[in-house]
């Protein structure tokens, strides 16, 4: 998770949460979301991926990077 701003980074529109925002990592400008919104589909698709079907509005409330990672845990979890 970066801090900075990519150097020479434009701002964009996060197609999710309608933030503008710019590239802080190298590759959430290619897929325009913000970091946040980055971290929180990555998020779901590990549930998925681990055969849990939580909708995105799993993660609605959570407003840091933290606080996904924490309801992640807990979530995995749950499929031991």
Same mark, same amino acid.
């Given at each position: 998770?970066? /801090? !900075?701003? /990519? $150097?020479?980074? =434009?701002?964009? /529109? #996060?197609?999710? #949460?309608? $933030? &503008? @925002?710019? %590239?802080?990592?190298?590759?959430?400008? *290619?897929?325009?979301? #913000? +970091?946040? #919104? %980055?971290?929180? @589909? =990555?998020?779901?698709?590990?549930? *998925? %991926?681990?055969?849990?079907?939580?909708?995105? !509005?799993?993660?609605?409330?959570?407003?840091?990077?933290?606080?996904?990672? /924490?309801?992640?845990?807990? $979530?995995? $979890? +749950? &499929?031991?």
């Amino acid at each position: 998770m970066g /801090k !900075h701003f /990519k $150097k020479g980074s =434009g701002c964009f /529109k #996060c197609r999710l #949460c309608g $933030k &503008l @925002t710019r %590239d802080v990592n190298g590759y959430n400008g *290619s897929i325009e979301l #913000c +970091e946040l #919104c %980055d971290i929180k @589909t =990555g998020a779901e698709n590990t549930l *998925s %991926d681990s055969g849990m079907d939580y909708p995105w !509005h799993v993660f609605d409330a959570c407003t840091t990077p933290a606080e996904v990672y /924490k309801l992640l845990e807990e $979530k995995l $979890k +749950e &499929l031991q």
